[in-house]
C-alpha cells in the first residue's frame, strides 16, 4: 500500500529554517504530482504548496511564497520543503500528500502522518 513518511520537523526559532521531508514506497512515485499542507491546532488544514510529476510546475500559499520552497527527487522517491524565515504563525502539524496536481484537499488520496513544526518567538 501507499506509504508517505515525513521527517525534519522540530522547534526552531522565529527567522530560522528547516526542511522537510517526505518519503514515498508503493506507488510509481514519478506519476504523482505531490504537496504539503499544514494544519494548526483548532483549524483546518490549508493548503501550503504543490509541485507537478516531472517537478517542472510549483504553486504556493500567498502565507509562504518567497520563504518556502517544494522540491522532488524522483530517483530517491521523496519530496522535500524547505522552508526559511519561519514565523510563530507557521507552527502546525505538516503533511505530505500525493494525487493530482492542486491546491484542495480533494486532489489528493494519499496522505502521509504528519511532521510537527514549531517556531518560537
Request: aromatic share 12%.
Amino acid at each position: 500500500q501507499v506509504q508517505l513518511v515525513e521527517s525534519g520537523g522540530g522547534l526552531v526559532q522565529a527567522g530560522g529554517s528547516l526542511r522537510l521531508s517526505c518519503a514515498a514506497s508503493g506507488l510509481t512515485f514519478s506519476s504523482y504530482d505531490m504537496a504539503w499542507f499544514r494544519q494548526a491546532p483548532g483549524k483546518e488544514r490549508e493548503f501550503v504548496a504543490a509541485i507537478n510529476w516531472s517537478g517542472g510546475r510549483t504553486k504556493y500559499a500567498d502565507s509562504v511564497k518567497g520563504r518556502f520552497t517544494i522540491s522532488r527527487d524522483n530517483a530517491k522517491n521523496t519530496v522535500y520543503l524547505q522552508m526559511n524565515s519561519l514565523k510563530p504563525e507557521d507552527t502546525a502539524a505538516y503533511y505530505c500528500a500525493a494525487g493530482a496536481y492542486g491546491s484542495s484537499t480533494d486532489n489528493y488520496g494519499s496522505w502521509g502522518q504528519g511532521t510537527q513544526v514549531t517556531v518560537s518567538s
